[in-house]
């Protein structure tokens, strides 16, 4: 154990010292490195947490970033996502207006309606696109 | 064989991989989320469209996922507006994805899907065992706005994604 320790922490060394350059950082500036990884770090998670997907993009060079870590945030984020919505005051307010209104539904409403109820009712052909060459 | 609707399930497994749409998230839920919320976290079930041609192989063109939802307050602070309103949360029903591939779309595939979601809806809230209020959902991009706004969806908020919501009880009395 303490050996694959030594290890790991060698490879890490190497790793951090690498960053360290690359960042410009000296040799003294560890908490300071520390910082900077914590903060790229801090974001890459956050962005994964919002269900978002991190990439790193050159014209139509994409790499995306991918990570075990990273996909169970995102899971769990998906799982307690869905059963409660809520609403800030403004969006109260508006759905009070929404809720408070007569009934009037929109031309398109109305023929999804009249369609639902409709035994003639037949879902659109396709016709798939090619891809671009 | 025209386009059908069935709820999707694991025989479905492999035709999920050949799912293909501009927003990644909408193509990643489908193929890694979808079976799980309807299996395992039982949060969500989903109903594909699947196109199968004569002597060509089966295609999803499009799929749209319901789930249940509460509609709940940030905050407490007493707002005239609330007299208007049923007690919270006031329950609703979340149209949480509806998404058709990109090689089919403008063909009113979209469309087709929104009124099964309506349809299905429609028919728990008339004859189910709950009672709801709200039709929900969230619009990925202006343009999924646009189609919401059509069928009659507000909007409450002011920024993409937005929050849309229609009221249920107009539909509910009417005859159509």
């Known amino acids: ?133 | 064989m025209p386009l059908g609707i069935a709820p999707l399930d694991r025989g479905h497994r492999a035709l999920l991989k050949g799912f293909k749409n501009q927003h990644r998230s909408l193509v990643e839920y489908l193929q890694r989320y979808a079976l799980r919320h309807l299996e395992k976290d039982l949060l969500a079930r989903t109903y594909i469209a699947i196109d199968q041609p004569t002597g060509a192989q089966a295609r999803i063109a499009g799929y749209f996922s319901l789930s249940t939802v509460s509609v709940e307050r940030a905050s407490v602070v007493a707002l005239p507006a609330l007299d208007r309103l049923p007690r919270f949360p006031i329950p609703g029903v979340l149209l949480a994805r509806l998404a058709v591939d990109e090689r089919v779309q403008g063909q009113g595939i979209g469309r087709y899907l929104f009124e099964e979601a309506l349809g299905l809806t429609l028919g728990v809230a008339r004859s189910g065992p709950l009672a709801f209020r709200l039709f929900v959902t969230d619009a990925i991009d202006v343009q999924a706005v646009s189609f919401y706004e059509r069928f009659g969806l507000v909007r409450l908020g002011d920024e993409v994604p937005c929050r849309m919501v229609l009221d249920l009880q107009g539909l509910l009395g009417s005859s159509t």
Do not use: C, Y
Request: cysteine-free.
């Open chain 1, 1 to 133: 154990m303490s050996r694959f320790q030594a290890q790991t922490n060698a490879v890490l060394d190497d790793e951090l010292e690498d960053l360290r350059t690359r960042l410009g950082l000296d040799p003294r500036q560890k908490a300071d490195l520390l910082r900077e990884v914590a903060a790229i770090a801090a974001w890459v998670v956050r962005q994964a947490k919002a269900g978002r997907t991190v990439e790193a993009r050159r014209g139509d060079d994409v790499q995306l970033f991918a990570h075990p870590v990273i996909d169970r945030l995102r899971g769990k984020g998906d799982a307690v996502e869905l059963p409660r919505l809520v609403l800030t005051d403004t969006e109260v307010g508006r759905l009070a207006r929404l809720l408070g209104r007569r009934f009037e539904p929109t031309p398109a409403l109305r023929a999804a309606l009249q369609n639902l109820t409709s035994s003639k009712r037949r879902p659109p052909k396709v016709r798939w696109k090619k891809p671009a060459a």
